[in-house]
C-alpha cells in the first residue's frame, strides 16, 4: 500500500461549536482567542483548515425539528446550516482577508482550491450524515493535511465518563479500534450528538492513517501539539 504524501505544514483545527457561543449567543471573548490561535499558527508558517460544530444552538434547532416529525436528515441539514453560521462569524473574528478565505467552504473542492491560495479556510458541516468531527477527517484526508486537531472541552479521552466515575484516567494514546469500542454507540449516530468522535470521522483517520489528537481547545495546547509536536491530549492512532 502506497504511503500517504503529507503537507507537513498544513493542519485541521476542529473547534466544538460550544467553544464559540454561550446560551445568549456567540461568545466574542472565546471567538477572539481562536482567531489570535489561528493567525498565530499561520505565522508560524501553517495553512490552517478550520472546521467549526454547531454547538447547542443546532441542537436546539435539530430537538425542535424532531417535535416537528421531521427526517434524520433535515435535521441534520438544520445542523449544517447553524454551524456555517458558526464558521462565518468566526471568519469575522479573523478579519485579515489576506490569509483567510472570506466565506465559508461548502465542499471539499472548495477547501483544498481554498488553503492552496489562502492560509486559512474555516467551514462547518457538508452534507447529512457526517459530524463536523467527520468533515475535519476528510479535510485532512482530502487536502494531506499532517494532523488533525480535536479542540474539546476536555482534556482528552478518559476510560470512563470523569464526571460521573471518579476512577475514570486519561489516556496518553488510544488506538482506532479502543476509541470505536469506547465512545461509538447508535445514540453517537443521530444527528447533533457526534459527542468527541464517531464512526465515519474515525474510519477516515484509519484508513488514511492520519494522526489526530484530542485535547482541551485553548491556544497554549493547540500551539504546543501543532508548533511544538507535543503530546497534550489523548493521541488517537496506529499504537
Same mark, same amino acid.
Given at each position: 500500500?502506497?504511503?500517504?504524501?503529507?503537507?507537513?505544514?498544513?493542519?485541521?483545527?476542529?473547534?466544538?461549536?460550544?467553544?464559540?457561543?454561550?446560551?445568549?449567543?456567540?461568545?466574542?471573548?472565546?471567538?477572539?482567542?481562536?482567531?489570535?490561535?489561528?493567525?498565530?499558527? @499561520?505565522?508560524? =508558517?501553517?495553512?490552517?483548515?478550520? !472546521? &467549526?460544530?454547531? $454547538?447547542?444552538?443546532?441542537?436546539?434547532?435539530?430537538?425542535? #425539528?424532531?417535535?416537528?416529525?421531521?427526517?434524520?436528515?433535515?435535521?441534520?441539514?438544520?445542523?449544517?446550516?447553524?454551524?456555517?453560521?458558526?464558521?462565518?462569524?468566526?471568519?469575522?473574528?479573523?478579519?485579515?482577508?489576506?490569509?483567510?478565505?472570506?466565506?465559508?467552504?461548502?465542499?471539499?473542492?472548495? @477547501?483544498?482550491? =481554498?488553503?492552496?491560495?489562502?492560509? !486559512? &479556510?474555516?467551514? $462547518?458541516?457538508?452534507?447529512?450524515?457526517?459530524?463536523?468531527? #467527520?468533515?475535519?477527517?476528510?479535510?485532512?484526508?482530502?487536502?494531506?493535511?499532517?494532523?488533525?486537531?480535536?479542540?474539546?472541552?476536555?482534556?482528552?479521552?478518559?476510560?470512563?465518563?470523569?464526571?460521573?466515575?471518579?476512577?475514570?484516567?486519561?489516556?496518553?494514546?488510544?488506538?482506532?479500534?479502543?476509541?470505536?469500542?469506547?465512545?461509538?454507540?447508535?445514540?453517537?449516530?443521530?444527528?447533533?450528538?457526534?459527542?468527541?468522535?464517531?464512526?465515519?470521522?474515525?474510519?477516515?483517520?484509519?484508513?488514511?492513517?492520519?494522526?489526530?489528537?484530542?485535547?482541551?481547545?485553548?491556544?497554549?495546547?493547540?500551539?504546543?501539539?501543532?508548533?511544538?509536536?507535543?503530546?497534550?491530549?489523548?493521541?488517537?492512532?496506529?499504537?
Amino acid at each position: 500500500m502506497a504511503t500517504r504524501y503529507v503537507n507537513s505544514k498544513t493542519v485541521v483545527l476542529k473547534i466544538g461549536g460550544s467553544f464559540l457561543l454561550t446560551d445568549a449567543g456567540p461568545d466574542v471573548g472565546q471567538l477572539k482567542e481562536m482567531a489570535d490561535t489561528v493567525h498565530s499558527l @499561520v505565522k508560524e =508558517g501553517f495553512r490552517v483548515i478550520v !472546521v &467549526v460544530g454547531g $454547538g447547542l444552538t443546532a441542537r436546539h434547532y435539530i430537538e425542535a #425539528a424532531s417535535s416537528l416529525n421531521s427526517s434524520k436528515g433535515v435535521m441534520d441539514h438544520l445542523g449544517i446550516l447553524v454551524s456555517r453560521l458558526n464558521a462565518r462569524v468566526f471568519i469575522e473574528a479573523l478579519r485579515d482577508e489576506d490569509v483567510v478565505v472570506s466565506e465559508p467552504a461548502e465542499t471539499l473542492q472548495e @477547501v483544498r482550491v =481554498g488553503i492552496q491560495n489562502k492560509s !486559512v &479556510v474555516v467551514l $462547518g458541516g457538508l452534507q447529512p450524515g457526517q459530524s463536523t468531527t #467527520a468533515v475535519s477527517a476528510l479535510c485532512a484526508e482530502y487536502c494531506s493535511a499532517s494532523k488533525v486537531i480535536y479542540g474539546t472541552d476536555v482534556d482528552g479521552v478518559y476510560t470512563a465518563d470523569p464526571n460521573k466515575d471518579p476512577n475514570a484516567t486519561k489516556l496518553e494514546t488510544i488506538s482506532y479500534d479502543a476509541l470505536k469500542t469506547l465512545i461509538v454507540t447508535t445514540a453517537n449516530s443521530l444527528p447533533g450528538q457526534y459527542r468527541i468522535m464517531d464512526g465515519v470521522a474515525l474510519t477516515i483517520l484509519e484508513r488514511s492513517k492520519i494522526p489526530a489528537e484530542i485535547l482541551l481547545g485553548n491556544k497554549k495546547n493547540i500551539m504546543a501539539s501543532i508548533v511544538d509536536n507535543e503530546r497534550v491530549g489523548t493521541i488517537v492512532g496506529e499504537l
